[in-house]
C-alpha cells in the first residue's frame, strides 16, 4: 500500500497568505491610531478598526473577483443557487432546461420533480425515506436526522441535466447527481448517467440523499473520505446490485498490486480541492484511477468501520474532526490508529474473495448492448469505448472479457492501457500487456463465466 505524496504549499501562495495577513494588521494598526487620534479610548479604536477593515476587505475581493474567469464562475454559481432557493424558480429552471412540464410528487418535506412520469419520482422519493430510516439506524438517532426540506429534481438526458446545472455547480465533470443548497437542500439527478451499468437510480439518490442528511446532521462539513464513505455505504444497500460477488476483494487486490492504493494518512488528509482536479480531468487515465480509488477505499473503509466498531463510530462521527486533528480523534475513538485500522480492512477485504460467477440473463443482455458493442465497434468514438471499458472493469463480470483482451491487440495505446486496468480489476491480479499474457485465465474460467 502506498500513499500519495502529499501537496506542499506553493512559494507563491505562501508569500501570497503572508502578504494579505500583512496588509491587515498594518491597516488595522493605521485605522486604529487614528481613531485614538480622534479622542477614542484605545481599546474602543481597535474594537471599531478591525471589523471596518475585515469589511472593506470583503467588499475589495467581492470588486475583484469579476475581473477573473473563475471568480466570475464563482460569483455566478452564488448567484444562481441563492435565486433558485425558492421553488417555483427552481423548478421554471428545471423545465426550461428539460423542455417539458413535468410533474411534482411531495411526500411529506421531499418534494420530487421528474421529466418523465414513468415511476422514477416515487422510487426517488421512496429511496429519500429509506435512506432516512437507514441512516438513523446507522447513527443510533432518536430524532430524524433532518427536518430541512429536500428537492428532488430528476432529468432524462444528459444535455438536460447540464444545462440546468449550468453555471451552479462551479465543477460538474460527468457526475451522475449533484447535491447543493443553502436553506433548502437540491438535488439533481441525471438518469442517462445514474442507470448506466453497473449504477442505478435508487443507488444514486440513496449516494446524494446521504450527503444532504449528514450535512445538515452535523456541526461542520465532513471531510471527503468520511462523507462519500458514508454516501457509498448506504447507496450499495439499494438495488439493483449489478457489480459482481467478490468485485471488492479483486479491486483490491489488483489495486495493491499496482501500488494504486491510498494509505491512511493520504485518504484521511484529501482535499476536495484535489479530487475537484481530478473529476475535471476524466479523459485522463491516472486521474480516473484516483477518483475511483478514492470513491471505492472510502466507501469499504466506512463500512468497515461502522459495521466492526459500530459503537466507537457513532461518537467519531458526532465529533466530525476536521483533516487535520482526523488522527488524534481517530485513535481516541477506536483505540487504533487509522493505519492498523486501514490495514486490517485490507486483510479482511482480500483473505477470500468470492469466484467468478456468470451474471443474469438480463445482465449478459445489457453488458452485451450496451458495453460490448460500444467496444468492438469502428464507429464508437475514443470517449464511448474508452466509457464502456472502464464501465465494463467497475462491474467486475468475466462476461465477454474476450472484448477487452482483443483491444489489448489493438494498435491504440491509451484504449490498451484502459483494457488492461479493467482486466486487472475483473481478475484481481496483473499479467502483463499482450493478449497472450490473458488467454490463459480467460480460458482456465469454469464454463459459462465469460461466455456461452
Same mark, same amino acid.
Not at 483490491?252 to 494518512?265: C, K, M, V
Given at each position: ?21 500583512? %496588509?491587515?494588521?498594518?491597516? $488595522? ?10 479622542? @477614542? ?39 444562481? +443557487? ?15 432546461? =428539460? ?11 421531499? /418534494? ?18 429509506? %435512506? ?8 443510533? +438517532? ?10 428532488? +429534481? ?8 447540464? $444545462? ?6 462551479? $465543477? ?33 439518490? =440513496? ?18 473520505? +468520511? ?41 484521511? =488528509? ?41 459503537? /466507537?463510530?457513532?461518537?467519531?462521527? /458526532? ?67 474508452? @466509457? /464502456? ?50 488467454? #490463459?485465465?480467460?480460458?482456465?474460467? #469454469?464454463?459459462? %463465466?465469460?461466455?456461452?
Amino acid at each position: 500500500m502506498s500513499g500519495k505524496p502529499k501537496r506542499r504549499t506553493q512559494p507563491k501562495e505562501a508569500l501570497g497568505g503572508l502578504g494579505i495577513l500583512v %496588509v491587515l494588521v498594518g491597516a $488595522t494598526v493605521l485605522a486604529g491610531r487614528r481613531l485614538a487620534a480622534w479622542g @477614542l479610548p484605545p481599546w474602543a479604536a481597535w474594537l471599531v478598526a478591525l471589523p471596518c477593515v475585515v469589511a472593506a476587505f470583503l467588499l475589495l475581493v467581492i470588486a475583484v473577483l469579476p475581473l477573473t474567469p473563475r471568480g466570475r464562475r464563482v460569483l455566478g454559481a452564488i448567484a444562481q +443557487l441563492l435565486l433558485r432557493e425558492r421553488e417555483g424558480a427552481d423548478l421554471a429552471a428545471a423545465r426550461q432546461a =428539460a423542455g417539458t412540464q413535468g410533474f411534482v410528487l411531495r411526500v411529506g418535506r421531499v /418534494a420530487v420533480w421528474s421529466d418523465r412520469m414513468d415511476g422514477a419520482a416515487r422510487t426517488a422519493a421512496y429511496v429519500a425515506g429509506e %435512506v432516512a430510516s437507514r441512516f438513523e439506524e446507522l447513527l443510533a +438517532l432518536s430524532a430524524p436526522p433532518c427536518r430541512k426540506p429536500l428537492r428532488i +429534481l430528476c432529468f432524462s438526458a444528459e444535455a438536460a441535466f447540464e $444545462t440546468y446545472t449550468q453555471g451552479m455547480f462551479v $465543477t460538474v465533470g460527468r457526475a451522475r447527481g449533484h447535491y447543493s443548497g443553502f436553506w433548502f437542500a437540491r438535488i439533481a439527478i441525471c438518469r442517462e448517467l445514474a442507470e448506466r451499468l453497473p449504477s442505478s437510480l435508487p443507488a444514486t439518490v =440513496a449516494h446524494e440523499v446521504t450527503h444532504f442528511l449528514l450535512r445538515a446532521s452535523v456541526r461542520r462539513r465532513p471531510p471527503v473520505w +468520511l462523507d462519500e464513505g458514508l454516501a457509498e455505504t448506504l447507496a450499495r444497500r439499494f438495488g439493483p446490485a449489478h457489480r459482481a460477488p467478490g468485485r471488492l476483494a479483486r479491486w483490491l487486490r489488483a489495486a495493491q498490486a499496482r501500488g494504486g492504493l491510498l494509505s491512511a494518512a493520504g485518504l484521511l =488528509a484529501l482535499t476536495r480541492r484535489k479530487l475537484a482536479r481530478r473529476w475535471q480531468n476524466w479523459d485522463d487515465l491516472p486521474s480516473v484511477a484516483f477518483v475511483e480509488t478514492v470513491y471505492t477505499q472510502s466507501g469499504g473503509f466506512v463500512a468497515f468501520l461502522a459495521e466492526t466498531w459500530p459503537e /466507537a463510530f457513532r461518537p467519531f462521527l /458526532a465529533a466530525l474532526p476536521c483533516r487535520h486533528r482526523a488522527r488524534r480523534v481517530f485513535a481516541r475513538c477506536f483505540g487504533l490508529s487509522p493505519d492498523e485500522a486501514m490495514t486490517q480492512w485490507i486483510d479482511a477485504a482480500t483473505a477470500d474473495p468470492a469466484p467468478l460467477v456468470p451474471p443474469t440473463d438480463d445482465l449478459k443482455l445489457r453488458i452485451e448492448a450496451e458495453l460490448v458493442q460500444p467496444i468492438l465497434s469502428p464507429h464508437a468514438s475514443p470517449d464511448q469505448r474508452r @466509457l /464502456a471499458i472502464r464501465l465494463m472493469g467497475s462491474l467486475g463480470y468475466a462476461w465477454r472479457a474476450d472484448a477487452l483482451i482483443e483491444i489489448l491487440a489493438g494498435p491504440d495505446e491509451p484504449l490498451r492501457a484502459e483494457a488492461r486496468r479493467a482486466l486487472e480489476c475483473i481478475a484481481g491480479e496483473l499479467r502483463g500487456d499482450a493478449p497472450h499474457d490473458w488467454h #490463459p485465465w480467460l480460458t482456465a474460467l #469454469p464454463r459459462g %463465466v465469460a461466455c456461452d
